[in-house]
């Protein structure tokens, strides 16, 4: 199984800076990898598809990065509903089926 | 617009039994896979279950693997999650997600989720 290790647990910013969070996978996933966001009390939203793309409707302060093992979500200025938990997903290896990371917490400093 | 709606959690015994479904509308059902992925109170994702468009091929997370039967109704538009010999730690909330034209996809659609809760 590809583990993803999410980094940091939690990170503390303020609205208008910027928001670099990592997912690192145990083996390459090459670009097979999205992020989600998740509020309280509501269903992730996917964020950013095959490493680099913007889902439907995502703002473009969103932009994701990275190859192989090591990628980044960034957030280039923080909006106050951004403020949530961000998910790495990888879909590399089919089956057994996709991983998730352990979640990255973006809180309001 | 697409719309997955849950239902069918509640609380239930350990050993026992529940069925979850999820209702798709504004969407090619059966053109799409489709997936249950849980939550437990306070942690990450988990995958727990995915099925092809058709219906012909299915796949379990080792977790729930000979105890949880996915499928789907592509008449109704619904996908079903029959969940046998709950233990506590399946408590979560379960989501259904629409996938891509391949079973191997991201999620770009969720429903809201419904909260199963196996205790005792």
């Known amino acids: 199984e590809i583990v993803l290790t999410q980094s940091p647990a939690t990170l503390s910013l303020s609205p208008g800076e910027r928001a670099t969070l990592s997912c690192r996978a145990s083996?390459?996933?090459?670009?097979?990898l999205a992020w989600y966001q998740q509020k309280p009390g509501q269903a992730p939203r996917l964020l950013i598809y095959?490493?680099?793309s913007r889902a439907t409707g995502i703002p473009a302060r969103f932009s994701g990065s990275g190859s192989g093992t090591d990628f980044t979500l960034t957030i280039s200025s923080l909006e106050p509903e951004d403020f949530a938990v961000y998910y790495c997903?990888?879909?590399?290896?089919?089956?057994?089926?996709?991983?998730f990371g352990q979640g990255t917490k973006l809180e309001i400093k | 617009e697409v719309q997955l709606v849950e239902s069918g959690g509640g609380l239930v015994q350990p050993g026992g039994s529940l069925r979850l479904s999820c209702a798709a509308s504004?969407?090619?059902?059966?053109?799409?896979?489709m997936h249950w992925v849980r939550q437990a109170p306070g942690e990450g994702l988990e995958f727990v279950s995915a099925?092809?468009?058709?219906?012909?091929?299915?796949f379990y997370a080792d977790s729930v693997k000979g105890r949880f039967t996915i499928s789907r109704d592509n008449s109704k538009n619904t996908l079903y999650l029959q969940m046998g010999s709950l233990r506590v730690e399946d408590t979560a909330v379960y989501y259904c997600?629409?996938?891509?034209?391949?079973?191997?996809?991201?999620?770009?659609?969720w429903g809201q989720g419904t909260v199963v809760t196996v205790s005792s």
């Open positions: 997600a629409r996938g891509g034209t391949s079973i191997s996809s991201y999620l770009p659609t």
């Open positions: 504004g969407i090619a059902f059966s053109n799409y896979a």
């Open positions: 099925i092809t468009g058709n219906g012909g091929s299915t």
């Open positions: 083996q390459s996933v090459g670009t097979y």
């Open positions: 095959d490493a680099s």
């Open positions: 997903q990888q879909r590399s290896n089919w089956p057994p089926g996709y991983t």
